[in-house]
């Protein structure tokens, strides 16, 4: 559909992400580096993810659509295991580079806390699932032409853009969840992130319905939204706090580090 | 490069037009047309619009009852022999318009790709999705999103062939990866003669030599389009049942004068072939000379002869010259007298009319030769269809029964083989008699069902089991199952040219007790004969019991020379004295279809989109700066690290 729906879904499913980037990232060589590893450990799981699924396709090859269906759908949940087997990885990979960033750098403090790591390689993981889920979709686009022809939904390209910017939203909160709860052994609040992951990328088999999967979705982000703000620290009190004396402190937030 | 894509509509009769020119909201259109509207008229409105995007015909079967001709009033006007210099008064057919039909549309230039649709299922599948999405829903506008056709026919070339060849030479002479423009149209030109002659070196000046002439390729409005079945394949299939015939008379080696039996490619764009032989024999570069030259014999559209009536036509011009005058009525006789007992008339047309369209024109324009042109017509043609997508098998009344296998089809001799076999018999026994043969020409008879396999071969279908017996070993490429073009194209030994080569070493040549080796390498066994002859080792037909085939040698003195028209060789891109076409370069030509939807719909997502990037700016903006606010837990001062 041309440049202008091109350009509008590349923002629709990557404005916050680039937002993000540019405000938060962009200015921390550590947290750059952290997030492009993010980046490659979640492409690493697609890798295997789509190894486990090309070899099911293969042994149970055959022609019929629902057979194809559920093994996509064996695919799909293979997947959302992997990405979280791959954070977990993460995790462990980036608490022993810590530890050894520590020894070098000579300094008391951990360079970066995990806090922090959490919300990078949430991110990480966010924008290379986002644009593995949309570059195709995008290039697609650009062409004079719209989806239609054979009967499909015209609106396939703008419920793309927002489910993607739902998964980018959704991997920030679960990394930062996550890690949480590694670091607090809080088994539980895993077991709901996988479980919240495998919910959201089993709706979008309701697809071409989107409504059926786009409202879940977005309501799953909203409440992961909460639960990360709450175990990264913030409560409502704080959030009284920064809307009500917005003037003063935002004079001073300036002044001080970070 | 991008093609161009607009709103499909269907346009069926002259009111749908209404719609695309003037009417219709969403401009630009992609008009969808019916075979039978394709006329000069409708085509000059769409050119004048700016509101097309492009334009599919689809083919109309039957052919349009009124006729239907792409092509002049008067083909190759200016490159014939008829100027102000010589017959005035018959230059730009000021006394006979040939081609009346003619719209000249093939001749105009028109901005938008146009393509055809042949295949009525393709045709059937825009019309559906034009009529699902586009039409107007009791009487008010069609919504997007709407079906619309994108064509990709990007050309390169641009203006004329001076401007395309000038940009191709500067590309050629200065850049290290020449992107060229456009091609000159060339092929080849066959030729084979009665008596073998050697053609490394000149004949003797004082040996004659008998030309017969026809043309071998065609054009229509659409490129590579050109089935040509009454403008060219018939009178080539007749020439080669001739030159078959003749061969099989017993004394031929021993006649006063050779025959040669010549097959013009690219006749259709201002005589490239017959210019070129003619500016090689000028050139001394052709083992013939035009003083050999004792006559000339062409046959033009021979197909549709109106109750059996096959007309002479003469030069006026060169008539009046008192040497020329009593040799062309040498021929002619001898025409009338080989058609006693065929079931042919001959008559001569009125002697101050001049010249159809011919290849026999440029000889006359190098050295004034006597010589006739055959054809079904006595003043414009008969053809109706001439140079058109339309000139098929069912132009040429080319009708088999219902219910027969492809084999079966190739041999069964249908009434246009046997007229066109009697037409071959009359030129056989004539040139016999020309050439000085005095024996009793009764015998000399042209073999129906031979024709008849090469119309079937030329016009439905090439890939059958004759073809493939007498073409070389390795050619996979030559033969297909889809109709048969004759179009000139760039490449250079276009299928027909080929295909010509083969059939007349097959129709003329001997079966010859070499070897592999011996066949393709002549040059290594000594032999003096072996100058004067081409050897061919073809694959044979196959066996009834077996799957192999029996490959054989043949010995015939058919030969190639190029056919480009001297004005490139002369660097001449503006010559009005030879040929100057020229085909652009181009990469893709494809066509797709696809919905499109409304400019207000692309343009809200990318309002959202920008929306959502400022308002996530905004919102990342203001978090960060109060993070340590937002973040900390009762207790802490900062950053909680862990």
Not at chain 1, 5 to 30: D, K, R
Not at chain 2, 260 to 267: L, S, V
Not at chain 2, 544 to 564: E, G, I, M, W, Y
Request: aromatic share 10%; charged share 15%.
């Amino acid at each position: 559909m041309t440049a202008a729906v091109f350009i509008g879904c590349s923002f629709i499913a990557f404005g916050p992400a680039l937002a993000l980037c540019v405000c938060t990232i962009a200015a921390e060589p550590l947290r750059l580096l952290f997030l492009i590893a993010g980046g490659f450990f979640w492409l690493v799981s697609l890798l295997l993810s789509s190894l486990v699924w090309f070899i099911a396709v293969q042994i149970g090859g055959s022609n019929n659509a629902s057979v194809k269906k559920n093994l996509l759908i064996f695919g799909v949940m293979v997947s959302v295991l992997l990405q979280e087997v791959f954070r977990f990885a993460y995790y462990k990979l980036l608490k022993k580079a810590n530890k050894g960033l520590m020894t070098i750098s000579q300094e008391e403090t951990l360079p970066i806390s995990v806090r922090q790591l959490s919300y990078v390689s949430g991110l990480g993981f966010g924008i290379m699932s986002g644009v593995f889920s949309l570059v195709n979709i995008l290039t697609d686009s650009l062409g004079p032409g719209t989806v239609g022809i054979y009967g499909d939904s015209p609106q396939y390209f703008l419920s793309s853009a927002f489910m993607t910017l739902a998964i980018v939203l959704l991997h920030i909160f679960w990394g930062i969840v996550f890690f949480d709860a590694c670091e607090k052994k809080k088994w539980w609040a895993l077991a709901l992130v996988i479980l919240s992951h495998l919910l959201v990328s089993g709706v979008t088999f309701q697809n071409p319905q989107y409504e059926g999967s786009l409202v879940p979705s977005y309501i799953i982000m909203m409440l992961m939204a909460t639960w990360a703000f709450f175990t990264a620290g913030g409560s409502l009190r704080n959030l009284k706090l920064c809307l009500m004396c917005r003037d003063k402190d935002f004079l001073l937030a300036n002044q001080r580090p970070r | 490069m991008s093609g161009d894509t607009g709103v499909i509509h269907v346009v069926e009769k002259e009111q749908d037009l209404k719609w695309v020119l003037t009417d219709g909201p969403h401009p630009p259109y992609m008009v969808l047309l019916e075979g039978e509207l394709f006329t000069r008229e409708l085509m000059l409105q769409l050119k004048g619009s700016s509101r097309i995007s492009g334009l599919a015909v689809a083919i109309s079967k039957p052919s349009p009852a009124q006729g239907f001709s792409p092509g002049l009033k008067c083909p190759n006007d200016g490159f014939g022999v008829y100027s102000n210099n010589y017959g005035p008064q018959y230059a730009h057919c000021n006394w006979t318009v040939w081609n009346p039909l003619g719209n000249g549309l093939a001749y105009e230039d028109f901005n938008f790709p146009i393509f055809l649709l042949e295949d009525a299922n393709e045709t059937q599948v825009i019309k559906q999705c034009y009529q699902d999405h586009n039409l107007p829903q009791n009487g008010s506008v069609p919504e997007y999103p709407l079906c619309a056709m994108q064509l990709f026919a990007h050309m390169h070339a641009v203006t004329n062939t001076v401007t395309c060849m000038r940009r191709s030479s500067l590309q050629t002479a200065f850049s290290l990866n020449p992107e060229e423009v456009c091609d000159a149209l060339s092929d080849y030109n066959v030729w084979s003669t009665l008596k073998p002659i050697n053609t490394s070196s000149k004949i003797d000046p004082m040996d004659e030599v008998i030309i017969v002439a026809t043309r071998i390729d065609s054009h229509s409005f659409f490129w590579n389009v050109a089935p040509g079945a009454e403008s060219a394949v018939a009178s080539f299939v007749t020439h080669l049942a001739a030159a078959e015939a003749l061969h099989k008379v017993p004394d031929v080696q021993k006649l006063p004068r050779n025959i040669m039996f010549t097959f013009f490619q690219g006749e259709t764009f201002d005589y490239i072939g017959s210019s070129r032989m003619v500016y090689d024999m000028q050139m001394d570069k052709f083992p013939i000379r035009l003083d050999n030259i004792h006559s000339f014999l062409e046959l033009s559209q021979v197909a549709l002869r109106n109750s059996s009536v096959l007309w002479v036509h003469t030069d006026p011009v060169s008539r009046r010259n008192e040497s020329i005058q009593p040799q062309v009525k040498t021929l002619v006789e001898a025409l009338i007298n080989s058609s006693m007992g065929a079931n042919v008339t001959l008559q001569e047309v009125s002697q101050s009319q001049p010249l159809p369209p011919s290849s026999f024109q440029r000889f006359l324009r190098a050295k004034q030769i006597p010589g006739v042109v055959l054809a079904d017509h006595r003043t414009s043609f008969q053809n109706r269809y001439y140079q058109s997508m339309y000139d098929t098998a069912e132009n040429i009344l080319m009708k088999y029964p219902e219910g027969l296998s492809p084999e079966e089809t190739l041999d069964y001799v249908t009434d246009t083989a046997k007229s066109l076999a009697e037409v071959a018999t009359v030129v056989a026994r004539a040139l016999y008699q020309l050439a000085g043969g005095t024996g009793n020409t009764s015998a000399i008879q042209a073999d129906p069902r031979m024709v008849s396999r090469m119309l079937y071969g030329f016009l439905i279908k090439t890939n059958n089991s004759w073809f493939q017996s007498i073409i070389k070993q390795d050619l996979k490429g030559l033969l297909g199952d889809e109709l048969p073009q004759h179009y000139i194209a760039v490449t250079t030994l276009v299928n027909t040219t080929q295909l010509v080569q083969y059939v007349l070493a097959n129709l003329t040549g001997t079966v010859v007790n070499f070897t592999k080796e011996e066949c393709l390498n002549p040059e290594k066994t000594p032999n003096p004969e072996k100058e004067m002859y081409v050897y061919t080792w073809v694959q044979g037909s196959r066996d009834p019991n077996s799957t192999s085939r029996v490959p054989f040698c043949v010995q015939s003195t058919v030969h190639l020379t190029k056919a480009a028209s001297p004005a490139f060789e002369l660097k001449q891109w503006g010559s009005t004295e030879y040929s100057t076409w020229t085909e652009s370069r181009w990469k893709d030509i494809r066509a797709r279809i696809f919905l499109v939807a409304s400019k207000e719909l692309e343009i809200i997502t990318l309002v959202v989109g920008i929306a959502i990037l400022i308002l996530s700016l905004l919102a990342t903006y203001f978090i960060n700066a109060k993070a340590h606010v937002l973040f900390s837990s009762p207790g802490d001062g900062g950053a909680v690290a862990y």
